[in-house]
């Protein structure tokens, strides 16, 4: 992006009454190209936000840091982003000053740079108890002090870079807190394309136009992160394995380092380490189901588990069609899903009928190119952390489709659900445990009351503010745990309560599940009524069609359910219902 | 109206959004209150970067108004 460019983007309008992002860049140098640049990449990120970056003085980042986690600004602000380099941990190891190179300077050098990151990181982690913060170490080469030559990397160079090391794992042991991969920085930015000596000398900026877009956008990424995907369908002959199954056979079809087949051995391991972080992997494939059923019983060499792939749509139909099936067992949408498939006309097909699925063409003779492809995947289904529900997603799907509970049976019949043996399981600590009710809400897009989604801060802001409940809802039943899948959270107040989100999982349709959380609601808070912020969403249908189940008329915005209305249209439950945390459960009048 | 004129209006119009053309045709740095030095620096390079210039000292001299930067570039460029 140019910086004319950036700036044009600024430049679009926003409604006046635009949601704020307000973000505190935290650096030692003149903002001004990286403040604007990081606008920018916010912008694209959030069109209908208007992002306000505040900095403070140069030349003292660490000081910057430390007045601001003692100030009242930090309540304000959405996010922090630390910006470190050289000159902020010694200014002998940048140009602007002249405090000398000597040899004998190097260990004082060294206490600082120790000293500066000690500071720097107890003010980092302090904001990131805080708000979320974005972090990144110095993608500068250093000033040529040291006497050894460059190209070694000598005592001191060392030192310094553990010092680094150990500043930022301590850093990334904080939830909060994202260090940008230095790695993955050198890979699009080149490191000798970095700095701008004439500028750091002129204007007290350290970095090249092209270098800084590259920060920048990278430091947005964390900012304003995008939804991971949630499910990846797999091509079987020459994706999955080397050979094509009906003319190699069972035995023939390759996949190891002996057999000149190691990529594909390579992709199937990265597709059990997707499973185990709880993406749903399926097959289309155009083959003999049957030799293929065979191969996933019979060849134990899989490095993939047969478990892991569900459904298997394996069959000589069209894979568009497969695709269909798919995503309804799994009960997505298609701009969730990435589909991969050798053949490029298969990827077209697809995408002609699935316009929003993320379509790539498996590069089998190209090793290099398929690498490319797996890291460019893993950043389409990158997570900070693997939940306890990431971990029995699959199986739960797949236990329910063997039991012959479809996912989408809206019809479920009355013996199926009686005899379910269901529990729902409500947890009403505020703050909620762990960061899933916050996925859920950002990820959710078919049972969500109006689309709303939160940053940390702003969630952490919804959770402080005077009545606000939150229930985090888990459920299971003799299939077998789903987790939780659902968060309702709002206001209480005198009488009524508020809900202004409500998401629950696709997964967990059709258990009547919704009823439980409303009857939770009228009868544990002593609500006379409940006023949901609903907004139609181009995905939400759902929770419309259960809103209209009640009311007896689809709603079109902010709508009232009365206990006894409820009480009326509501189904036969047939749940155990467990509590957790009484003292924050919701109440419908205002807590002081 | 020159490509000169147009490629530098397009510059101004993104360092200050607030003001209109005619505005801009007439600022001048001493009476535009937005145009300090931050706004100076985003100037010299958005019209180094539109211009294929390389970043001198010259044209920060020029940052001065829209007229003086206007036969600057344009005898920088050949236009």
């Known amino acids: ?592 | 109206m020159s490509d000169v004129d147009t490629k530098l209006l397009r510059c101004f119009q993104a360092v200050f959004p607030a003001l209109t053309e005619e505005q801009i045709r007439t600022a001048v740095r001493g009476n535009t209150p937005q145009w300090d030095s931050l706004a100076s620096l985003l100037l010299a390079r958005t019209i180094e970067e539109s211009f294929g210039l390389e970043a001198d000292l010259e044209l920060m001299n020029h940052l001065e108004s829209f007229d003086a930067l206007r036969a600057f570039v344009a005898e920088r460029v050949g236009a």
Not at chain 1, 1 to 13: D, G, Q
Not at chain 1, 178 to 196: E, F, K, M, T, Y
Request: with cysteine; aromatic share 8%.
């Open chain 1, 1 to 592: 992006m140019k910086l004319l460019e950036a700036l044009e983007i600024l430049r679009s309008p926003t409604a006046s009454d635009a949601p704020r992002l307000n973000v505190y860049l935290g650096c030692g140098f003149t903002p001004i190209y990286l403040e604007t640049y990081l606008r920018a990449h916010l912008k694209q990120r959030l069109p209908d936000h208007v992002s306000e970056v505040k900095s403070g003085l140069f030349g003292d980042l660490a000081g910057n840091l430390e007045r601001l986690v003692e100030s009242n600004e930090i309540a304000g602000l959405h996010a922090c982003v630390v910006v470190i380099e050289w000159p902020d941990l010694d200014e002998r190891l940048g140009f602007r000053t002249t405090a000398g190179w000597r040899p004998e300077n190097l260990p004082d050098v060294i206490a600082n740079v120790h000293w500066s990151l000690d500071r720097i990181a107890k003010a980092v982690d302090r904001i990131g108890d805080r708000i979320p913060v974005v972090c990144s170490t110095p993608s500068l080469m250093a000033a040529p002090l040291s006497f050894a030559p460059p190209e070694q990397g000598d005592a001191m160079f060392w030192t310094v870079e553990a010092a680094l090391s150990k500043c930022a794992l301590r850093l990334a042991g904080n939830e909060r807190i994202r260090i940008v991969n230095p790695r993955c920085l050198d890979s699009v930015s080149p490191p000798a394309g970095r700095a701008d000596v004439k500028s750091t000398l002129a204007a007290g900026y350290p970095y090249t136009l092209e270098h800084t877009d590259v920060l920048a956008q990278a430091l947005a990424s964390f900012i304003v992160p995008r939804q991971a995907l949630k499910g990846l369908i797999t091509d079987l002959d020459d994706t999955l394995w080397l050979g094509i199954l009906g003319e190699a056979g069972v035995d023939g079809v390759q996949w190891t380092l002996e057999c000149q087949a190691q990529i594909h051995g390579v992709f199937q391991q990265f597709l059990q380490s997707l499973a185990d972080a709880g993406i749903l992997i399926g097959v289309a494939s155009r083959n003999d189901p049957e030799l293929a059923r065979q191969v996933f019983e019979r060849r134990k060499d899989l490095l993939v588990k047969a478990g892991s792939l569900f459904p298997r749509e394996v069959n000589w139909g069209a894979k568009s069609h497969s695709v269909t099936r798919i995503l309804r067992a799994w009960n997505i949408g298609a701009d969730s899903v990435a589909f991969v498939d050798d053949s490029p006309m298969d990827v077209a097909e697809v995408a002609a009928e699935h316009p929003d699925i993320h379509g790539f063409v498996f590069p089998k003779d190209d090793p290099a190119a398929v690498v490319d492809l797996l890291r460019k995947l893993r950043g389409l289904f990158g997570k900070s952390s693997i939940s306890a529900e990431d971990k029995i997603r699959a199986a739960s799907l797949s236990a329910r489709e063997t039991d012959g509970c479809a996912a989408d049976s809206k019809s479920a019949s009355e013996e199926f659900l009686a005899a379910a043996n269901a529990t729902v399981h409500f947890d009403c600590t505020n703050p909620p445990q762990g960061g899933r009710a916050l996925e859920l809400i950002n990820k959710t897009n078919q049972f969500n009351l109006n689309g709303r989604r939160y940053t940390e801060a702003e969630w952490q802001n919804f959770l402080r503010s005077a009545g606000a409940f939150v229930c985090v809802v888990e459920y299971q039943d003799r299939f077998g745990p789903l987790g939780r899948i659902g968060v309702v959270a709002g206001i209480g107040k005198e009488h009524a309560l508020q809900v202004t989100t409500w998401v629950m999982s696709c997964r967990a349709f059709s258990r009547r599940i919704e009823h439980a959380c409303l009857r939770y609601l009228f009868s544990h808070a002593g609500a006379r009524q409940i006023e949901f912020l609903y907004a139609p969403t181009p995905r939400n249908g759902p929770v419309r069609d259960f809103l209209a189940s009640l009311l007896g008329t689809a709603p079109s915005g902010a709508c009232i359910v009365d206990r006894d209305t409820f009480d009326a249209a509501c189904p036969a439950l047939y749940h155990e219902v467990v509590v957790h945390a009484p003292a924050t459960e919701p109440t419908a009048s205002p807590r002081e």
